[in-house]
């Protein structure tokens, strides 16, 4: 059986193109798939990518995560990209936050 692995970042940009127009989805798409791909060890992912698709699934499924323990080590890029989603699940396509990311 061949194994095929997927880059993060293919993954995530495929499926933004995916959820185009949902704002919910936009936040975190297709996060069962995800989760578990993540769970049976399929989808190769840093610790704070893992915390991102956690409160992506938590703004997306209302999967309950502790934000104080999922929000405190995420570098620059992935806490903009949380921020970003949580504005976009609000519905606030127009805002977007800014870094030296």
């Known amino acids: 059986m061949t194994r095929h692995t997927t880059h993060f970042e293919d993954l995530a940009a495929a499926l933004r193109v995916w959820a185009k127009g949902l704002l919910s989805t936009e936040a975190a798409v297709d996060f069962e798939a995800v989760a578990g791909a993540l769970q049976a060890g399929e989808l190769p992912c840093a610790s704070s990518?893992?915390?991102?698709?956690?409160?992506?699934?938590?703004?997306?499924?209302?999967?309950?995560?502790?934000?104080?323990?999922?929000?405190?080590?995420?570098?620059?890029?992935?806490?903009?990209?949380?921020?970003?989603?949580?504005?976009?699940?609000?519905?606030?396509?127009?805002?977007?936050?800014?870094?030296?990311?």
Do not use: C, F, K, T
Not at 49 to 75: F, H
């Open 49 to 101: 990518e893992v915390q991102v698709l956690r409160l992506a699934m938590s703004i997306a499924a209302g999967v309950p995560v502790d934000l104080g323990g999922a929000v405190p080590g995420l570098d620059a890029a992935n806490a903009g990209l949380v921020a970003d989603a949580v504005l976009r699940a609000a519905g606030h396509r127009d805002l977007m936050v800014r870094g030296a990311w």
